[in-house]
């Protein structure tokens, strides 16, 4: 969509009632709550305080011209004074206009606010993610304008794609800005909302002043969050913010962040505006995010493991009954022949030979791929079962020790233990030339932990190549965020030591 070819924005001749946006309607309006302004310079007392505000605030004319923007706006977009009056898709870019376009001439036309979430992809392919509010502003020519705000949401937490993580999101954003308050510096008086008072407990009638809010504040913090207000006053800031534990009704101290914006009136500071969000509360919606996305994450890992072991078990299945009666029949037609010499003799008698490992192998191989559905307390006994028959096989003597915690794990935690453990022992019987490997699986509450030693020849880790079977182990173990270490020296055998999470 090329914005440069599109008709100027549509203009709405029908009169309606606007109010002029006083402080008070800031502090007692949420920011999600778009407002129908009169866009009067001369009496638009809240300007500082937007103008300062962090979220991104712009008006834009029927022309598609940039009347006005603020601070944050200016900066995030790398703008200078001079873009005032330009056109915007000269100066923005085409992903942000397009992105937003239709609902700008939508506001125009109905004079009805937006509020949406808009994510737009970067050149990098990085994701950014604001929420906007657009609302008509009615000029001092009586026309009508489109205003915005955009809050940056996208910095405060990664959105995840799944709808239920975009409504945490939503409300996570949400809560910096419900429990509003208003400070009148000229007569004293400090308004606070019915959702700042839910939040700290106290009736309204309790309540006071500044003097009764900074008592309330932490003996340890209370100089420095008024040295702080103080300093944003001396020094004529717009705006300040501070992280501090305030007394609630029921006794106990509440992290908050708090953060305000002072308004001025002819150099003098006459009105403060703020907001303030329980601190834990966020981290809480933070962490049922992170446990969202870690349940997710097992889930996906036990999906893969599963598929991984229906298509062995099928590869299995296949060489077995397929493979090895091929092979098998084959062995049967060679043994029909008659040698005539001691040389055919000698190739009939090598031919069934191979024929017969080749059985033998193939079918050692479809047992290896194809494993047992592990159920409760099935693992150790799997193990147990692999174990003795290595042993009968190879002649290495292998002990086994373990705790109850392994089959207590997943099925799917279950399957990489396993395979891990099968093989290491493979490499053991076919590369280590050792007599005696011992196996430890134990566990605590968080932890599972695998040691498999041998006593055999050993090898220099920093000069041997790792092999598939080492490389199969090491990506087994990182599918689960566990670890795993090798020590080994020439001729000091090899500990293989694996750590997986439980949960």
């Not at 992903?95 to 937003?100: F, Y």
């Not at 808009?118 to 990085?126: I, M, P, R, T, W």
């Not at 233990?417 to 076919?430: A, G, M, P, S």
């Amino acid at each position: 969509m090329k914005i440069s070819n599109k008709k100027a924005l549509p203009q709405k001749e029908n009169a309606i009632t606007s109010t002029d946006l006083t402080v008070s309607h800031i502090a007692n309006t949420s920011y999600a709550t778009a407002t129908i302004l009169s866009f009067n310079p001369d009496k638009f007392l809240a300007a500082s305080f937007m103008n300062d505000s962090q979220s991104l605030g712009w008006i834009i004319d029927e022309n598609e011209d940039l009347v006005w923007a603020n601070t944050s706006f200016k900066k995030y977009f790398n703008l200078s004074d001079d873009a005032i009056n330009n056109k915007v898709p000269a100066i923005l870019p085409l992903k942000v206009i397009d992105g937003l376009y239709e609902k700008h001439v939508q506001v125009l036309n109905t004079l009805n606010p937006i509020d949406t979430i808009q994510q737009v992809k970067l050149a990098d392919g990085s994701n950014i993610t604001f929420q906007v509010n657009l609302f008509p502003v009615k000029g001092i020519d009586g026309k009508f304008m489109i205003g915005g705000q955009a809050f940056h949401i996208s910095k405060k937490i990664n959105l995840s794609k799944n709808s239920d993580i975009n409504k945490q999101l939503l409300l996570l954003r949400l809560a910096g800005t419900d429990a509003i308050w208003e400070w009148n510096m000229q007569s004293g008086h400090i308004f606070r909302n019915d959702t700042l008072m839910k939040m700290i407990g106290y009736p309204v009638n309790e309540t006071d002043g500044l003097d009764w809010w900074f008592r309330r504040i932490h003996p340890e913090d209370r100089e420095r969050v008024n040295n702080r207000v103080n300093e944003a006053i001396d020094k004529q800031l717009l705006f300040w913010e501070d992280e501090y534990r305030f007394q609630c009704a029921d006794g106990e101290y509440k992290f908050i962040h708090d953060h305000g914006y002072v308004v001025y009136e002819n150099g003098r500071p006459v009105k403060m505006i703020g907001s303030l969000h329980d601190v834990a509360e966020i981290d809480s919606l933070q962490s049922q995010l992170n446990n969202d996305t870690l349940r997710r994450q097992k889930e996906l890992s036990e999906t893969v493991i599963r598929v991984q072991e229906i298509e062995r078990a099928r590869i299995g299945y296949e060489l077995h009954d397929n493979i090895n009666q091929i092979i098998s029949t084959a062995k049967l037609f060679v043994d029909m022949f008659n040698p005539l010499n001691d040389q055919q003799k000698q190739a009939k008698g090598k031919s069934i030979h191979y024929l017969v490992m080749a059985i033998e192998e193939i079918r050692k191989l479809s047992k290896e791929l194809v494993t047992t559905q592990f159920k409760e307390k099935e693992l150790t006994a799997s193990l147990q079962k692999m174990i003795t028959d290595l042993q009968a096989s190879s002649g290495i003597q292998i002990t086994f020790t373990h705790d109850s915690v392994a089959d207590s794990l997943s099925d799917g935690k279950k399957v990489v233990i396993f395979r891990i453990i099968q093989e290491q022992l493979k490499n053991i019987i076919t590369h280590s030339a050792a007599d005696k490997a011992c196996i430890f699986l134990r566990g605590n509450a968080d932890t599972v932990e695998l040691v498999i030693k041998d006593n055999g020849k050993g090898f220099n880790a920093l000069e041997t190549r790792r092999g598939i079977g080492l490389s199969n182990i090491y990506e087994r173990t990182k599918f689960y965020n566990g670890n795993a270490e090798l020590e080994t020296k020439i001729g000091e055998g090899c500990k293989l030591i694996i750590r997986i999470p439980i949960l």
